[in-house]
């Protein structure tokens, strides 16, 4: 269960609210790199672990729980971007049609919608989905992809880090930076806590899957192409079983062609 | 530009049509592990690369393009598992009732939609969607993208394996895994080739984030906790460039409340 | 069913076309709060009434058929705005730059997809969805999500009327905001000629509930707080049957750690 | 920031699985009327609200940390009720067709996206939206809100409660239900609270909307009805400022018929 | 503005209702080939029409409106079909593993959302999105999108009827499938009325398109293939402008590697 | 199967870069009428033919090989819009405000989420959806679906054509409008070359649908209004088999009241 304090994790100011930065700054909460998405990722990655995972288990909810704290950041950080600034839109319009520009180069459902505020959705206004989740039930597939949404997540904020010039903003992006950095590092030791976990699923009989292709490089060429003699055309894979090779041509067999479909499907086209 | 031969990469056969498995194969060409995802995935995550990454273009772009007939094969499986069945709907019916209930425990609009063949859906019948592509523009985060799409897809491959006792099904899954394998491996491989990929973004002035939170472990319980001395809590982190550490209890700092609304928004709840 | 004259409900003018006020209105077309949402809503609602409650079938049925001709209006509105206007792209563009420069301000679809007219999309182009649509078949519950939905709606119609000066535009507005004032009152009135509709759903026997917990307020701080003696820890609660309590700590029973997964699931991580 | 403890707010027990019931409590937590809607909601509402009102912010951070505990709850549930059941997929089946046909009885996707464990989406397996999420900046709009999600939530509970005989899952839908009806009560309390909240948004001048249909109830029939002299068409309005009234017919004004689209939008059918 | 009349356009009668064909039956309401659909799109294409396109604004509204009124009729069949009928959940059960079975052979919303009725979902239970709605300001090709919609929505409706043997229910689909030739050829009948509306759009000026490649056919095959002399590789164009001709081979040019991207971006995958 | 080679299929050049044009792109790569809709509905069309069809399995599935082609020169073309401007976002901008106002103006996800490269969504940023995608197992059906993508899809392109002043970007798109003129004809034909396929689908015994109705207009006037004597109400029907008529009134039979909900969903309204 779930406890919460009011004070924030970390500390978030805006010198020089800027409704426009408000927008993208919702890529970080709703967007398919956002906390929300890890939030929820690492909560339902832990409640399927049994009982001989509980480091494990223990490991993601703490973080899951973290990143509920971020979202909360980021949502403070969204209001006060887009309350009291100079550039609202009601004070600086003229006239009507400058008042629309400017909200329309804004979000405009964070007025319209929410009263200047943040909301689930990314930096182009489409809700957060629960499609953006990966929770595999495979540990090792789940920290790779722990691994990637931290390492987006972190390109994520230091994009936002590059296009705003307020020193508190700036400063909240530092450290939500530098949790990026610490996650992604707690991801891939964990990762290196399991005995061979490749390929993902490591426990599938290895024998059982097609023994001619699956260390061979394909190409999809036209013509035939020499080999590239690239890290993945030569020397042991990554996993330590097998030796990488070139296949300069896709095998190629069968023409797909299906049965009919039944005539209660009424598909043939042309009246009988 | 593409090209295209009538004949499959690798042979399907179904020896026994089941229209329930058609139902399941579905998670694999539009689901949020599937061939249409990863297909489109690699070719966007391409297209970005400027001229010095054209080895890894290159590589993005071939494999992309063997996806692409991986969605062929599905689609194939899915058509011929619906097809010509004795489980089908109109003919083993003795009433409506049974006919419709046959039908409603397989995906209804692989009938009604699209008379007895595969869909760009999942295997609830949700539609592909755009959002499930990661494409940073970054290629070290893009591959570790890559490198979990290939685990939750060889993961849900040897799963519809698992549950199929068709021989030329099996056959068909057994190549895929294989190549799931293969492909795991030549991210991880085309990982490797990269000198100092970590944190991701690498190219970011690490001296800029937040000193004091970057390798620590924060606990979020809610009294305080011993340092459970695990690998995510103390040693070299694996990016090698800083050492993790334990804190016990997260810093805490301002409490978020953010200035009024504009009076424009009429969020006072209360006639005034 | 359904008829239709060619007369709007109410006149729609517009003095000064305003593309980007066109963006804006889309949120009371297809949006979380909009008309289509409502239209759907009630008309939905009505057709799972049974006979006995023939009235509010009735009094749902015609409100959902005027709310078709809100969209009506609200997408005459739309239209008006976008044509004609001095600020149009095409006829203010000193170069290619400026003309995307003020179309992507605007809503590019309205040009790109419709051609200057209004769109089944809210305020950022995101697509209405049948997922806002709140139909449960208990007649307390769904009018307190019609209450709920004329309450944002016109909360919706107030900001759109602050940020026009449009002498048209506030004119149809003002009517809208006219027809969500009473449309409030009606459904607040068809609750109130309920007997005893709390909690919804009323008819589920209450003393099936857990009894310590139904009316007790339930703290979720980290460390014990006092009673803050609200009006929802003292007192007879709303629905007159219970009274509040509080509980300055969540019970606690139970760590929730699943049985492990069926080996056919593949969820082991490690090779073994 | 939150915290959290391994302990479940209330105990979850199975005794007899039932991957189908796996599948209905779906609802519950990734649905229109789930604990994630809730959850989420409740957070993004308190955020939005500033210093004066900081007794309901305290009031929705609560509850909205409470039911993130009702997510775990519902996500052990699932899990419990998809594994070691001897309904499993695995285990009960004579050949492949049979198999699948259990299988797709159920969410396939638990299966084979989540390895026997619970997902953000709903009982048809469509993800979770922040297309769900009202949280619209104004107190009282979103109470009514939440009363809604309260009301509808409630309704669920008891369905799934209809339809389960485990008595672990009743007993824990029983303790669910209960706080359903403690969290109904406390927002209409809160609503109470609130002095002349009505119409949503009090705050709004209301003698700038339309003085002639703001009261009226306006009947949509073909031809002319009779007042139905019901609650909604005369008395005193629940918001205590106008007087219901009836009228038998829609005003009518104007065709809405717009000007022509710029011909640069191509929009001419034909060869000019 | 509308209006509506408490009586069905066409009766609706169940004699064995079926609540699986009750999930069936949504796929006409909110799929893509549904109800819903065409009326939302007639509605908006009418309204993007100008004074001088009257006769097929008329035309469209008239339509539109009539779709409304199938909506009812099939939301009517849905609720029908899922009270009352001794294959319900709650009466033939013997245990909850074979209630919950059979309910998720259904579509477990209709019970648990709402309550055993329709809603604006597919037959998957994927909510109805404006996304499905073509309303492109071209007359000619909103025309080719109503051909289509009433195509596929024929179709559909004809494998409904394939499907059921209750009389009451292939009596409404007759009905429904009378309509949809009606509204097929009347789209095309008003396609025919127009002057040369080909190629879409007919006022685009055709001398500004590339003349080497708009009427060959490129194949796309590998390797060069004769000319299939197919009716689109030879003869004159069915818009009677051009003469099909056939390229063996696709033209190439250029291998569209891009710039590098914004150091800002942080797109280096390496430290620097 | 599939190939690739780098070349383009036609050469992609921008003189001038416009961020703000590659927002207005991104509607032709994952917008409703874009090319990643034409690609996956050939595709998945052609999969669904049987032998019998093998011509137009060709036909389908060359055009769409090379559509994928054309996603890959628009990718090119937003990328080479977005990098090296002198109008982007970080070099042009004298402080935060204007940077990000600027950003905002343009589609941030193209800087934040990829880069400054193209993604799988539409202009306003939301996602493709496999729910664009028309495939319906019926060829004329199929092929109406076909000249309608390609009718939008044109018209979308002409708009672009006429919103740039680009010269590569003029060019770029003179040919792919070429190519839909080329496309549009060639469904055409593909029409024209079936026998009798009206009404779609034309296997269906025409004899089943209700014969009072399936050549009458249906007039949906609150009045009675005479008949317009338009193409759609006399002559004979373009699928050459009935005779146009006018109904002056909508049927009408039965008022669509359903029976009670069963108990267990707890829909009474009030408590008993």
Known sequence: MFFHEPELQYEVTVEEPDPHFAKLLQQAIGGQEGEMRVAMQYMFQAWALPEEYEGYRKLLMETATEELGHIEMLATAVTKNLRGSSKQMSEDAENVASTAAAMTGQNPRQFLSAGQSAMPVDSNGVPFTGGYVVASGNLAGDLYANVMAEGTGRTLATRLWEYTDDPGMKDMLSYLIARDTMHQNQWL????????????????????????????????????????????????APDGTGEFSYLAEQPGDGDGVPPAPDPSTYSVPEDE
């Open 189 to 236: 030791a964990a990762l290196d806590s399991l005995e061979d976990p490749l390929p993902v699923p490591a426990s599938f009989p290895q024998e059982e899957e097609n023994q001619d292709v699956n260390y061979a490089f394909m190409s999809t060429r036209r013509g035939q192409q020499p080999d590239p003699e690239a890290p993945w055309t030569q020397g042991t």
